[in-house]
């Protein structure tokens, strides 16, 4: 169904829950322009309908224009995922001229300094807000894209409001998944159960009121869930991941799951890597779940949850999502809400180099 290509990781903002490896891949690392026209081509080959271009910041990439019009060429639907801080009117206009479908933007927040501070880029804002202007000018479909958490989801009326100002068809309110980055910023980030039950009201009764004028995509978080998301769709059944330097991925924080070989594509192909390879294999369809997930009427409903969450949570990635009431880990997501703090912890911002060290903490819901 669709194909992200994270073009790079290089990014001038720093959120502190990005969804790149805390292990991030230099600009040397990346495959070239004509690698990644070569995937284009084996993605339309696939059947594959649409391409992300997404990072790290995709408009860092000197060739996106390039990239852009192959895909275009191809009968691709393209998307741009984009922060919008590198971008300006003439650089839109080379996109839209390249065949570019569809835009999504993303705002940190809708209150300036907190905007900011969030992103990690002073400046930051003004420029995504004259984007989005220039995005609707050129006569493009505009996304706006808003992760929200405890530090700002008591802004989500103002938020979509935003979006109706914008412009936008369609308005994407994420919470925050619990991986790589924003794991490591888990308290600075989780919402309080009342906050989150205030956002819900909000989002139900918008998408009552704008029926007809924006879409409103409201992805809720797994913590205060009973059931977990059928994440991407399931391991390896609608989507794939290209990292910058070549690695096929069943999600965007696969890297951060030990025990596996990714098949690279910048010296294999798309078509092996998702048939063949073992990593796109060890979880696809039901046949890995353990118990409960193996005799549940719902397996094939959500696949079992998020993998990486797995992980992230009981080290074991083979193991029932814990967001799920019937999975033996479920304690571990309640007591993470039970340990949520009222002080606000700082970010720990998305950098390079090495992963800052954090204090282990005591195991939970053993
Ligand atoms: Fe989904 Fe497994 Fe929970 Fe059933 S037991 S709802 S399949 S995660
Ligand atoms: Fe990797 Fe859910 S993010 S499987």
């Not at 649409?50 to 895909?71: C, I, M, N, W, Y």
């Not at 390249?98 to 804002?125: K, T, W, Y």
């Not at 992760?147 to 068809?169: C, F, K, S, T, Y």
Request: proline fraction near 7%; glycine fraction near 10%; charge should be negative.
């Amino acid at each position: 169904m669709g194909l992200l290509m994270e073009l790079t990781h290089r990014c001038p903002l720093r959120c502190p829950y990005c969804s790149n490896p805390v292990a991030l891949q230099r600009a040397g690392e990346e495959m070239d322009t004509d690698t990644w026209k070569r995937l284009l081509g084996e993605a339309a080959a696939l059947g594959i309908l649409q391409v992300h271009f997404s990072g790290g910041e995709p408009t860092a990439r000197k060739d996106l224009p390039d990239l852009v019009r192959h895909a275009a060429t191809l009968g691709l639907y393209t998307n741009l995922i984009t922060s919008g801080v590198l971008l300006d009117a003439a650089s839109l206009a080379v996109l839209a001229d390249a065949g570019l479908d569809h835009v999504q933007l993303s705002f940190q927040d809708v209150e300036v300094e907190s905007a900011e501070r969030i992103g990690g880029m002073p400046g930051a804002q003004a420029r995504k807000l004259a984007v989005a202007g220039m995005v609707t000018a050129a006569g493009l479909p505009l996304t706006l894209n808003f992760v929200v958490h405890r530090q700002n989801l008591d802004r989500l009326p103002q938020m979509i409001a935003l979006g109706l100002e914008l412009g936008a068809g369609r308005i994407e309110v994420a919470h925050v998944q619990y991986y790589g980055w924003s794991l490591m910023n888990r308290d600075a980030l989780l919402p309080s159960r009342s906050q989150l039950d205030q956002a819900t009201a909000v989002v139900e009764a918008a998408r009552v009121r704008l029926k007809g004028r924006m879409v409103i995509d409201y992805v809720p978080p797994d913590y205060y869930a009973a059931r977990p998301k059928a994440c991407m769709g399931g391991w390896a059944r609608r989507f794939m991941n290209i990292s910058p330097a070549g690695l096929a991925l069943p999600c965007h924080a696969a890297e951060t799951l030990p025990g596996f070989d990714w098949p690279s594509v910048a010296t294999g192909s798309l078509a092996a890597a998702w048939y063949e390879s073992e990593a796109f294999n060890r979880y696809r369809g039901t046949a890995w779940m353990p118990e409960p997930c193996q005799g549940c009427d719902r397996k094939e409903i959500d696949w079992g949850g998020c993998r990486c969450q797995a992980f992230a949570l009981t080290g074991d990635a083979g193991r029932t999502d814990p967001a799920c009431a019937r999975s033996p880990d479920h304690g571990v997501m309640l007591a993470a809400i039970e340990a949520r703090g009222e002080a606000v912890p700082d970010f720990i911002y998305r950098q390079y180099g090495p992963a800052p060290v954090l204090p282990v903490k005591a195991p939970v819901g053993e």
